[in-house]
């Protein structure tokens, strides 16, 4: 037994490193495609697809458990076969002649049907392995409706395609799975994604996660607050609110714990905080790149626009760090070390970001934009003698950045399914017509549908996923009640961050619940309270000019000041506190001047401004005059606790 459990350990380290040489080489190719862009899209789409593919058949093997030594390399051996399948059909598929038009009136041979055969089964398979089972079920959904849409009532009906029609579109063209979401994934994303994983290897994480704590660790629930503000350096550069979540939150969270935090607050800090680093510029996640190809509109546009909704959403989060702070009596950390001394230490990985940020807004192209942004912070690194990097530190670098990839291809690959199925079928314009009749019209009732639909999908979708769904299926509702075209792609964008903080499947929640050891529902549920911003902000956005457009300058700054106003009044009813404890009256109050900040009438908005103000200032003057007895209450307790 001991000799077949060796055998076991043996083959599975062995496969590691094929696994991880693997990964360093696909680094290495992503970096030359982006630089001489040699390989047309029909050749670079599927090599990178079956190089993710393999990748995933080597490190996710299908039986995991080594204890039966006969299952374990039974199910090596189905990998194996799986790799050597989608090696042969992919080769396939790149040596396939689009020149001979022939194919598109006399059908694809058998063999290119077995080959789009094979990569869409063994994407699926992948797709479970990497994210889970129900995207699979929704694109298993989608291809069964694309087949049998000839037998459903009419209202819903499409032509029914076969088995070959949809395979042609789907493999034999860059339409379905080879289309925009995974070109978006084998480019601009994969290189940023290596940009973060040099920045982690390098140490600027600890920077960025050190200065933060020399920023806010001296005020009242100190650690709590640098988790927000490093979560918002990190997490738009991780590009997953998951990896942030982790990252961030093994140092934060237990910190947050010794200052007096409950587990499950802690871990729905770091989740809503790592959550919102995907909306946070320069890099916003992978989700900004779609939506830049799908609108048309430059990324430095779309990094703009969302600069002032981001700030917002991170000011909502830290009030409601501040708020729960002061209600347990919290104060700041005794010590941190001197922002000056950090900054000494650390002020060069600074550059790379100030680099990638003016590239984007130069509207240089992003993918030579990223590779520029890993060159600088090797230089960066390199540039100081106790941050420099040793040729292992550099591949394991490279190594990460593939495996961190992985995911994130799959997804989009899988996603590119359900995108050519709305698009072979024109279910998208069907399910705008429904979304409509459904609403009655209303922009109101539109949204919350959006939201739920949100909610549902991000139980088993990834964000970028989520978005890309969501995108095709409901901004066109959006743009018919009026909303502009940016505006209602990043509505859909912000709603679809909803999936990692709202029970009962928060994956950044439950991650965080993890490192807390508290219940990853209280926690789910602490982080969907601490996000109210993903829902307060794409309000404002439809509603208002917080989408700034250029030209409406007034507009924007009234929508600014009537965000802020919102985000005061439901966190105080919420809360129940501003200053100090509130009377109910004022709650109720505050919820009703936040209806009011809504109505799109200006003398109802500056009365619910007014209401607000008024409060917040005579709940200041109380704690002025009387002191805040709720602290008080709370630190004497701590201290005949302690």
Not at 355 to 365: A, F, G, P, V
Not at 446 to 468: D, F, K, N, W
Request: hydrophobic share 55%; charged share 10%.
């Amino acid at each position: 037994m001991n000799t077949k459990n060796n055998m076991c350990r043996l083959i599975s380290d062995k496969v590691l490193l094929i696994a991880a040489f693997a990964a360093i080489s696909l680094s290495v190719f992503q970096i030359w495609q982006g630089i001489t862009a040699d390989l047309s899209a029909p050749v670079f789409r599927p090599i990178h697809l079956s190089w993710i593919l393999i990748l995933v058949f080597f490190t996710l093997p299908l039986i995991k458990s080594q204890q039966s030594s006969f299952q374990y390399l039974f199910g090596r051996s189905l990998d194996l076969l799986c790799i050597i399948a989608i090696t042969w059909a992919s080769y396939h598929i790149i040596s396939f002649d689009y020149g001979d038009i022939s194919f598109l009136m006399d059908g694809l041979t058998t063999l290119d049907q077995l080959s789009g055969l094979i990569i869409v089964v063994l994407l699926l398979e992948a797709t479970r392995r990497t994210v889970g089972l129900i995207m699979v079920v929704i694109a298993a959904i989608f291809l069964l409706y694309a087949i049998f849409g000839d037998i459903l009532p009419s209202n819903v009906a499409s032509k029914g395609f076969s088995i070959e029609e949809i395979i042609r579109f789907h493999i034999y063209s860059t339409n379905g799975i080879y289309g925009a979401p995974l070109a978006i994934a084998a480019g601009v994303v994969f290189i940023f994604v290596l940009f973060g994983a040099f920045l982690q290897v390098s140490g600027a994480g600890n920077f960025f996660i050190d200065a933060s704590f020399s920023i806010a660790g001296k005020y009242r629930g100190g650690p709590a607050k640098a988790s927000v503000i490093a979560s918002a350096a990190l997490g738009s550069i991780s590009g997953s609110a998951i990896a942030n979540t982790v990252t961030t939150g093994a140092l934060t969270i237990p910190m947050m714990k010794k200052l007096g935090y409950k587990p499950e607050q802690a871990a729905g800090i770091e989740a809503a905080a790592s959550t919102g680093g995907q909306i946070m510029p320069p890099v916003m996640g992978a989700g900004a790149f779609v939506m830049a190809q799908f609108t048309g509109i430059p990324y430095s546009e779309i990094l703009l626009v969302s600069i002032a909704p981001a700030i917002l959403y991170f000011a909502c989060t830290l009030l409601y760090v501040h708020l729960m702070a002061c209600k347990l009596g919290l104060k700041g950390m005794e010590v941190t070390e001197k922002i000056s001394v950090v900054l000494k230490n650390g002020w060069h990985f600074l550059l790379p970001l100030v680099l990638i940020t003016s590239l984007l807004l130069m509207s240089y192209s992003p993918i030579l934009v990223g590779i520029a942004g890993c060159v600088a912070i090797l230089v960066a690194a390199m540039c100081r003698k106790h941050s420099r990097i040793s040729i292992p530190v550099f591949i394991q670098g490279l190594k990460e950045g593939a495996l961190l990839a992985l995911p994130i291809s799959v997804a989009c690959g899988t996603a590119g399914i359900v995108v050519g199925v709305v698009g072979q079928t024109g279910i998208g314009l069907q399910f705008t017509q429904f979304l409509m009749a459904l609403s009655g019209g209303y922009l109101w009732s539109v949204l919350g549908l959006i939201a739920i639909a949100a909610m549902i999908l991000g139980m088993g979708l990834p964000v970028t996923a989520a978005y890309i769904v969501l995108s095709i299926m409901a901004v066109p509702s959006l743009t018919e009640l009026g909303v502009g075209l940016l505006a209602a792609h990043m509505i859909v964008f912000w709603l679809s961050q909803t999936s990692n903080v709202t029970p009962p499947i928060a994956l950044a929640a439950f991650a965080a619940a993890g490192i807390a050891n508290c219940s990853p529902m209280k926690a789910a549920v602490q982080a969907f309270k601490l996000a109210q911003g993903f829902l307060i902000i794409p309000i404002m956005m439809a509603f208002s000019g917080l989408i700034w457009i250029e030209g409406e300058n007034t507009e924007f700054v009234i929508s600014i000041v009537l965000t802020i106003g919102l985000i005061v009044a439901v966190a105080g009813s919420i809360e129940g506190r501003l200053f100090a404890k509130l009377p109910l009256y004022n709650r109720v109050l505050l919820l009703l001047s936040a209806f009011a900040l809504l109505v799109p009438h200006h003398f109802i908005n500056i009365a619910g401004v007014i209401i607000i103000l008024i409060i917040a200032f005579l709940n200041y003057k109380y704690v002025k005059v009387n002191g805040d007895e709720q602290y008080q209450k709370s630190r004497d307790q701590q201290l005949e606790n302690s």
